[in-house]
């Protein structure tokens, strides 16, 4: 029996499309843990040999092999893969500038989605799905997994709370260590057509936090980036002669510390196996000209509570990691994580908690501060990843205070503030995030202290 047929026996069903890296993250969960419940009915990518390989991987956990659906040679292989296996979801983990796509015509042909962030990479794209969840009444999940992060949720939890009060201002400082930070401009990400670039791609992630973490809104966005670290000149200054196009047939590799290989290991298997059928270079210079993306990223965000966020993103750091301090009327709490090198695809746990150097700290007004025992959790991304994949394909659902689960709404929210961070580069003019998008509906957010509640007078100076 093949998984086609197996999608009639009560389990939820499921198709993929986009079978690169990230996929096997969901791939792997519902064909083992979750496998009594769920099933893959479908495989969609426009690269054979990754079809072919995610087939052979479900047939060593399942013994079955869904089909495989080959946009490459048939342009309308994903609506024959919806028509023929008849999911009740479809994953999307595409390329970032296909996500809209296959959002839009998965709910058009009857389907929820599940989609990895971000959900789309501008406006425009954002809009469409707006208009289409509106017109068709499917729901879009994001999957926000640094939401169910034990410490980010305790974050979450204090300012509930109310341990400082109302949060006027958010300083939030993302590192990203130059085994990370310089992946990015490696892959397709570097173009912004793609990804969006940082401030959508990696920052969607951030900027949803902070969204959530005050249960509030966006309102205008104001930014500048640049690109001053992976540039040619940089590659002058580190002692190499000039860029080369990739690290297999780079002239310099045994002097560059940017070196990477993909000749073995999952990424031997995922790209350098498969480039004949899409012509994908999966270890490009770091230092090349034709990258259009930022290294470096300030942004201010106004919230509709009149709080205000001061973000910044740096992709060449000597640490991987982020410090947040939130500042309110009662007190401020600080936040400081520290992850562990990670590249994606390597095999390694993406975003694992380093315990040195990680804390939660509050700071009472006029009193002495304390440290709070940080909550904890195994797997990837602080700890997320399984609380997550919990949430989305465990039958039994639970109760959940923090409201962790994310839809499109989130999703759009947190993509434009990256948006409009993009054109705010550009112009270097504020944006409003009203006039990007219309239609589009606060999210569902657990409630926050009122910025009506009495606030104690803090404790006479000596």
């Not at 479900?58 to 919806?82: C, H, L, N, Q």
């Not at 059928?277 to 106004?302: H, L």
């Not at 839809?407 to 759009?412: E, K, N, Q, S, V």
Request: glycine residues 8%; negative net charge; aromatic residues 10%.
């Amino acid at each position: 029996m093949n998984s086609a047929s197996k999608a009639f026996d009560g389990r939820r069903r499921y198709a993929v499309v986009g079978v690169g890296g990230r996929s096997d993250f969901f791939r792997s969960a519902i064909e083992t843990k979750y496998a009594e419940h769920c099933v893959i009915v479908g495989f969609c990518d426009n690269n054979l040999g990754r079809l072919k390989l995610a087939q052979a991987q479900s047939k060593e956990r399942t013994g079955s092999e869904p089909p495989i659906y080959d946009v490459s040679t048939d342009p309308r292989a994903f609506d024959r893969m919806v028509a023929e296996t008849k999911p009740d979801e479809v994953i999307v983990t595409s390329k970032d500038c296909t996500h809209h796509e296959y959002i839009i015509r998965a709910m058009e042909l009857g389907c929820d989605v599940i989609t990895e962030k971000p959900m789309t990479i501008d406006a425009e794209k954002c809009q469409a799905i707006i208009d289409t969840q509106q017109r068709t009444g499917r729901r879009c999940r994001v999957t926000f997994n640094y939401r169910y992060s034990p410490p980010r949720t305790q974050v979450k939890d204090l300012l509930m709370k109310g341990t400082i009060g109302d949060v006027l201002s958010v300083d939030f400082h993302w590192m990203l260590n130059t085994h990370h930070g310089a992946d990015y401009f490696r892959r397709w990400h570097s173009n912004k057509a793609n990804s969006g670039g940082l401030m959508v791609h990696k920052a969607t992630h951030h900027f949803d936090l902070v969204n959530w973490w005050l249960s509030d809104i966006p309102v205008s966005v104001v930014g500048v980036g640049k690109r001053e670290f992976y540039t040619p000149e940089m590659a002058r200054r580190m002692g190499l002669e000039s860029y080369h196009e990739r690290c297999l047939t780079c002239p310099e590799g045994d002097k560059c510390g940017f070196k990477i290989d993909i000749s073995s290991g999952q990424m031997g298997k995922l790209y350098l196996a498969n480039e004949e059928y899409d012509g994908y270079y999966r270890d490009r210079c770091v230092f090349r000209p034709d990258i259009d993306i930022e290294d470096t990223m300030n942004v201010v965000v106004k919230y509709s509570s009149g709080a205000t966020l001061c973000y910044s993103l740096n992709a060449f750091c000597s640490w991987e990691g982020y410090t947040v301090a939130f500042n309110g009327t009662k007190g401020r709490l600080e936040h400081t994580m520290q992850e562990s090198v990670y590249i994606s695809g390597d095999g390694t746990v993406p975003g694992a908690i380093e315990k040195e150097g990680s804390y939660i700290r509050i700071y009472p007004l006029r009193s002495p501060a304390y440290e709070v025992e940080l909550w904890t959790g195994e797997g990837g991304h602080g700890g997320g990843d399984p609380i997550l994949l919990d949430d989305i394909f465990s039958p039994e659902k639970k109760p959940d205070p923090y409201l962790r689960a994310a839809d499109h709404r989130a999703g759009a929210y947190s993509i434009l503030i990256g948006a409009a961070a993009n054109i705010s580069f550009a112009t270097s003019q504020p944006v409003r995030i009203s006039d990007l998008v219309s239609g589009l509906e606060r999210p569902d957010y657990p409630p926050m202290p009122s910025r009506t509640d009495p606030v104690p007078m803090p404790i006479k100076d000596r």
